[in-house]
């Protein structure tokens, strides 16, 4: 499976942007989807997950509340809307797919990771 990220920038603190994760390659409906970030120096991190079905979510708690994450089956794609952006947001942002019935938040129990978009907030 191949997923492809896109949608990342720079914008100011209190901007938003919506990056997007196309999949090809297996039957995306099934897969439990996440996307990730990692700044430098720190380890990739959580930041939002979706179920297979995309009826439940799930946020890091610095997150929450300001990022959704969505999930469009037919069209193979997820989403994750960011609002409300700070600087301690900047990163590399991925996306990752796994097989697995739950949504997991360590990045080892996914499958299939995207190439990743920088996003950058400036003060």
């Known amino acids: 499976v191949q997923l492809q990220a896109s949608g990342g920038g720079l914008v100011q603190a209190g901007g938003s942007l919506r990056l997007h994760c196309a999949a090809s390659?297996?039957?995306?409906?099934?897969?439990?989807m996440g996307w990730f970030r990692q700044a430098p120096g720190r380890e990739r991190e959580f930041v939002a997950g979706i179920n297979p079905s995309g009826g439940t979510t799930y946020y890091a708690d610095s997150v929450k509340g300001r990022f959704t994450i969505s999930k469009d089956n037919a069209k193979n794609t997820v989403y994750l809307q960011m609002n409300s952006l700070k600087p301690e947001d900047t990163a590399v942002y991925y996306c990752a797919a796994t097989s697995r019935w739950y949504v997991p938040r360590r990045p080892e129990e996914y499958d299939y990771w995207g190439q990743g978009t920088q996003v950058t907030v400036s003060s």
């Open positions: 390659g297996r039957t995306f409906s099934r897969d439990a």
